[in-house]
């Protein structure tokens, strides 16, 4: 549902640092909802391009962590500075591992091993269509995408916009909105450098225009710096308190940051001032997040009967699909999956809601099919992990194998996101504790939790204490997980195990007990574990 931070590690030699000059802005003031029920930092990088109108950002070679040039097909990537491990079990974080030559070889065998997966997989599934529409909406970085729905045509028109035009602000500003989308919906983080570029291309021009600045909120958000995001939304909406963007990214950042109670007052406030789809689908995840179940769903329904186009029906439908999913409602889950896919069949949220309704349903043959779709279009860890523990529930001749190139492939992606601006210390901490490098997942999750106090980076931490055998420092992180009201399964799977190891044997059970009733089929292979270890305790 919603933004939901899945998670500022920056890998290589970074460029220099600055603030924007702005001053903090007050709070503002809540207004009434009208639809629905009721540290400045950021890394500023190398400046803009000369006003000859040629830019890193528009002829297709980002600058990298180490100056070198970044792709703009996101083929090949360098970083000169630390990077992940990507050999053996898990990323890695820390220093030269042997000079920038190995650290280069090293991104790009893990960018080779992402192309392979995207390309090799697309083959073997015979997916040799033309890329599907890009959603107009969806999660950080939505809304206003520019374009009639496929994210490529309308980067290459702004891109000839731009080359016979160098001066329009407002086109750079909408060609660095569609890299970050490119960057989020294809899993290429390659693109968020070209982002940047262009997004300071567009305030070079037209210092402090507002659609840039949101601009940039959103990339901070997909960066996962969310202190820089709510920076940055704040500016914009000091030039323009109806942007909606920013508006939109700033319930976002104050989410991701754990700020629950101003979240809520930036939704009431983002509702009041415009409403629609995009406010209305983070009105609901505040909603979620405080366990108030009801008045998130019947917000979205709203949204899905306001919904004017394809993209906003496919992205809301699988909002309500994830909100029945996380309920345990598999059926009406795939109800709103289809609803979303009949909308834009190639919306892979709505492609992967379904693989995982499907496997918790018992189709594991289709929850298999469709997952690997999902990965070979866009190889994001949640995906990964996910396709991979299918493998192993399944258990047939191969699978294991195929489970650890699944888990591989995080890694890969998770060095060249750092590679590219990218924190990824929670996928890393997920990923990695039940699947790779458990010091390297705990390492992760402190660093996570040290950014940012919200119930993802309390389960986080909580769980990679679990597996390195601290379970009495993890107690309280997972009791903090489930402390808002939050119905996650996972949680209190999570803290069900803990408790166990702690000698809480009746909350234990409780909480195991409970995990299995909210939503029965919520892990290939967690569920299996969270049944097995109640029938231990009793």
Not at 19 to 32: H, I, Q, S, Y
Not at 38 to 59: F, M, V
Not at 346 to 358: I, S, V
């Amino acid at each position: 549902m919603g933004p939901r931070g899945h998670d500022d590690e920056k890998a290589g030699q970074r460029a220099h640092e600055s603030r924007d000059g702005l001053p903090a802005p007050p709070e503002p003031k809540a207004g009434t909802a009208a639809a629905a029920p009721g540290a400045d930092r950021h890394a500023e990088g190398r400046p803009a391009a000369g006003a000859d109108g040629k830019t890193i950002a528009l002829d297709g070679e980002a600058a990298g962590a180490d100056g070198k040039a970044t792709t703009a097909d996101g083929k090949a990537t360098t970083a000169g500075g630390a990077v992940g491990d990507v050999w053996g079990g898990g990323v890695r974080r820390g220093g030269s591992v042997g000079g920038r030559r190995l650290r280069t070889l090293r991104l790009a065998c893990a960018a080779a091993l992402l192309a392979v997966a995207m390309t090799g997989g697309a083959i073997a599934l015979g997916a040799d269509r033309a890329p599907v529409s890009a959603p107009l909406v969806a999660d950080v970085t939505d809304p206003g995408v520019p374009g009639g729905g496929n994210l490529d045509a309308s980067v290459a028109s702004l891109q000839a916009h731009l080359r016979a035009q160098p001066g329009d602000s407002g086109g750079w500003a909408a060609l660095g909105l569609a890299y970050v989308e490119q960057a989020r919906t294809g899993g290429d983080p390659s693109r968020y450098p070209q982002a940047d570029q262009a997004l300071r291309r567009s305030l070079s021009l037209a210092p402090g225009n507002d659609p840039a600045l949101a601009g940039r909120a959103a990339l901070a958000a997909a960066r996962h710096d969310f202190a820089g995001a709510l920076a940055f939304a704040d500016a914009a909406l000091r030039r323009n308190p109806y942007s909606e963007r920013a508006l939109a990214s700033r319930v976002d950042a104050l989410v991701e940051l754990g700020r629950y109670p101003d979240a809520a007052k930036a939704a009431r406030t983002a509702d009041a001032r415009r409403p629609g789809v995009p406010v209305f689908t983070r009105y609901a995840y505040v909603h979620e997040l405080s366990g108030d179940v009801a008045t998130a769903r019947r917000v979205l329904q709203q949204a899905l009967s306001a919904a004017a186009s394809p993209g906003d029906t496919a992205y809301v439908a699988t909002q309500l699909g994830q909100l029945a999913w996380n309920e345990g409602d598999h059926r009406a889950a795939l109800t709103y999956y289809a609803r979303a896919l009949a909308a834009d069949d190639g919306y892979l949220p709505a492609l992967e809601g379904r693989a995982r309704a499907r496997a918790a349903r018992g189709d594991r043959a289709a929850a298999i099919e469709d997952m690997e779709a999902v990965v070979a279009r866009s190889p994001l860890p949640g995906p990964l992990v996910a396709l991979g523990e299918l493998y192993e529930a399944r258990g047939a001749a191969g699978d294991r194998a195929r489970a650890r190139r699944q888990y591989a492939l995080v890694d890969a992606w998770t060095a060249l996101a750092r590679a590219n601006g990218v924190n990824a210390d929670l996928d890393t901490a997920l990923a990695a504790a039940d699947h790779g490098d458990k010091a390297a997942a705990l390492r992760a999750a402190r660093a996570e939790w040290d950014r940012r106090h919200t119930v993802h980076t309390a389960d986080a931490l909580a769980w990679a204490l679990h597996v390195n055998g601290r379970d009495a420092e993890a107690l309280p992180y997972a009791r903090r997980a489930t402390a808002t009201g939050y119905r996650n399964a996972a949680f209190r799977y999570h803290r069900g195990v803990i408790e166990l190891a702690t000698g809480h044997r009746a909350a234990g059970r409780a909480s195991l007990a409970s995990a299995l009733e909210l939503n029965p089929g919520f892990s290939p292979l967690g569920a299996a574990r969270a049944r097995e270890a109640l029938e231990g305790a009793e």
